[in-house]
C-alpha cells in the first residue's frame, strides 16, 4: 500500500547543480502535482499534470521543468539549483475532477538544501 | 480564481479546551474544500473533506468543519484539545473547473497547553 513515493527525502545541492526529484503513485490517478513549502508561506503550486504526456504551470514554475511519460511517474527536475530554491517539496496525486472525491494524495517530502 | 484566507496564523488553547480555526474561501463555482495537518516533519494528512454533501463535515480525531455557503466559511473544530493535536493546520479549496487544483492556506500553528 505504497500511495505516493518521494526520493530521495533529503539532499544539500550546490549553486547551479541540477537534480531530479523523483514522484511516484500507485493508486492510478489521473491528477498529479508539485507543491513546495517555505516556513509560513503554506503550499504553493509548482507544477501538476492531468494525465500522460500533460503538463501545466502552477503558482510558481521558474526554475523547475516536468515531464509525465507515464501516469505513476512524475519527476520534478531543477536545472540550475539557486538558494531561493531551498524548501520542502511534496508530491501528491489524486483521482481527478470527473468524480466528487477530488482529496489529493501526498507524498512524505523531500528536503532540499541549496547552498 | 479561488483563494483561501486562514484568519489566524496561531492559535494557542489549553488542553480540554474547544479549538476553532478560521477559515474563508473565496471561488467561482461549487467548491470541494479540505482541512489537512501536518506534524512536525511529517507530510499531510487529510482530516476533513467538503465536497457538496452535507454541510457538516465530521473527520478524524473529533474535528469536524461546517461549510457555510452564505458566510463563505469552513471553520475547523473540536470540543476539546488533546496534546497531540498540536500542529500545522491548512485550509484547502479546490475547483472542479481548474484542473484539480488545490490552493492553500497559508496555515495555522496549533499549540496545546497541558
Known amino acids: 500500500n505504497a500511495g505516493v513515493t518521494q526520493t530521495p527525502k533529503f539532499r544539500i545541492l550546490k549553486i547551479g547543480q541540477s537534480m531530479t526529484l523523483q514522484c511516484a503513485q500507485d493508486m492510478n490517478h489521473n491528477y498529479m502535482y508539485w507543491y513546495r513549502q517555505d516556513p509560513g508561506m503554506g503550499l504553493k503550486l509548482i507544477y501538476y499534470?492531468?494525465?500522460?504526456?500533460?503538463?501545466d504551470k502552477g503558482e510558481v514554475p521558474n526554475g523547475y521543468n516536468v515531464s509525465r511519460s507515464t501516469t505513476e511517474d512524475f519527476p520534478l527536475r531543477l536545472e540550475l539549483a539557486a538558494p531561493s530554491q531551498t524548501s520542502v517539496y511534496f508530491c501528491a496525486s489524486s483521482p481527478g475532477t470527473g468524480r466528487m472525491n477530488t482529496e489529493a494524495f501526498f507524498g512524505q517530502g523531500t528536503r532540499l538544501t541549496v547552498v | 480564481a479561488q483563494s483561501v484566507t486562514q484568519l489566524d496564523s496561531h492559535v494557542s488553547v489549553s488542553e480540554g479546551t474547544p479549538v476553532l480555526l478560521r477559515c474563508n474561501y473565496s471561488?467561482?463555482?461549487?467548491?470541494?474544500l479540505f482541512w489537512y495537518v501536518q506534524h512536525p516533519n511529517k507530510g499531510l494528512q487529510l482530516l476533513l473533506k467538503?465536497?457538496?454533501?452535507?454541510?457538516l463535515v465530521k473527520g478524524i480525531n473529533g474535528f469536524e468543519a461546517e461549510f457555510k455557503k452564505s458566510e463563505t466559511s469552513f471553520h475547523l473544530t473540536k470540543p476539546s484539545a488533546h496534546m497531540s493535536d498540536a500542529a500545522e493546520y491548512f485550509c484547502v479549496v479546490s475547483e472542479k473547473y481548474q484542473g484539480g487544483k488545490l490552493i492553500f492556506g497559508q496555515g495555522t500553528e496549533l499549540s496545546v497547553k497541558p
Open positions: 471561488s467561482s463555482y461549487s467548491p470541494s
Open positions: 499534470s492531468v494525465g500522460a504526456g500533460i503538463t
Open positions: 467538503y465536497t457538496s454533501a452535507a454541510t
